[in-house]
C-alpha cells in the first residue's frame, strides 16, 4: 500500500509564524501535492512538484512556498501564517494520475 | 484553466435507494476522471476512476458515467448502505503531463437506514 505522512495531525500556530508542514511518501512518487481542504470549497491545489528541486503554483499560491529537496519529501511552508491560513492541508503523491493523501494537517492560527 | 463544478452539495436517501452525483468541467483537454471518498476524520480514497477513451466504469455497486461531448460525468451508487455516507469528491486531470487534479466542492451523502 502506499503510504503518505504528514509530521502533524493537528498545529496551533500563532499569526506572523514560520509554519513548516512535512510530507513524506514511500513509493517512489514522482509527484506530489499540497491542497488546503475548506467546507464547501473542496480541495484546492496550492502547490505541485513533479521532480526533485521542480515545483509549480496551483491555484491558491498566495502566501506558501514549497521546498522538495528529495524525492520523497515535499515540504509546504507559511512564510508568515495568517488566521486565514487556518484549514485542513492535505499532502498527496500520484503516479499515473492516481493520487494518494496523507491523514491531514489542521492548522489554527490564533 | 481547469474548472469544476459538482452537485448536489448535500444529498439524503434511504438506504437500498441509488445515489447520482453529477460534475461538469471546463477543460476540453482533460483526460482523466477519479472520485474519492472521504469518510469523517479520515484522508480521502480513490473509489472508481474513467479515462477520456471511455465512458462507463462499474465496480460493484458503484459506476461512473462519462460524457465528453457534454463535459460532465456522474457517479452512482446503487444499493446503498449506511457505510456509503461521506463527502465525495469528484476531479479532472487537465494535462497529462503535469497530472495535477482539479476537484469539485464535495458532496455529503448520507444514508438513512
Known amino acids: 500500500d502506499v503510504k503518505v505522512t504528514q509530521s502533524s495531525r493537528y498545529l496551533v500556530k500563532r499569526t506572523g509564524e514560520k509554519v513548516f508542514l512535512e510530507c513524506v511518501q514511500d513509493m517512489d512518487h514522482e509527484n506530489m501535492f499540497w491542497y488546503r481542504q475548506d467546507p464547501g470549497l473542496g480541495l484546492r491545489l496550492i502547490y505541485f512538484?513533479?521532480?526533485?528541486?521542480?515545483?509549480e503554483k496551483g491555484d491558491i499560491p498566495e502566501g506558501y512556498s514549497v521546498s522538495r529537496e528529495k524525492k520523497e519529501r515535499f515540504s509546504l511552508i507559511l512564510e508568515s501564517a495568517s488566521t486565514n491560513q487556518t484549514s485542513m492541508y492535505l499532502c498527496a503523491s500520484s503516479h499515473e494520475s492516481k493520487a494518494f493523501f496523507g491523514q491531514g494537517t489542521r492548522l489554527t492560527v490564533v | 484553466g481547469e474548472n469544476v463544478e459538482q452537485h448536489p452539495s448535500t444529498l439524503s436517501v434511504q438506504e437500498g435507494d441509488s445515489a447520482v452525483i453529477k460534475c461538469t468541467y471546463s477543460d476540453s483537454a482533460s483526460n482523466y476522471f477519479p472520485w474519492y471518498k472521504q469518510e469523517l476524520g479520515k484522508r480521502p480514497q480513490l473509489i472508481i476512476d474513467?479515462?477520456?477513451?471511455?465512458g462507463e466504469k462499474k465496480d460493484q455497486r458503484i459506476a461512473v458515467t462519462l460524457n465528453k461531448t457534454a463535459k460532465h460525468f456522474s457517479l452512482h451508487i446503487t444499493e446503498t448502505q449506511p457505510e456509503d455516507s461521506a463527502v465525495y469528491f469528484c476531479?479532472?486531470?487537465?494535462?497529462?503531463?503535469?497530472?495535477?487534479?482539479?476537484f469539485g466542492q464535495g458532496t455529503r451523502l448520507t444514508i438513512n437506514p
Open positions: 476531479a479532472a486531470s487537465p494535462h497529462q503531463g503535469a497530472q495535477k487534479l482539479v
Open positions: 512538484s513533479y521532480d526533485v528541486k521542480m515545483k
Open positions: 474513467i479515462r477520456s477513451n471511455v
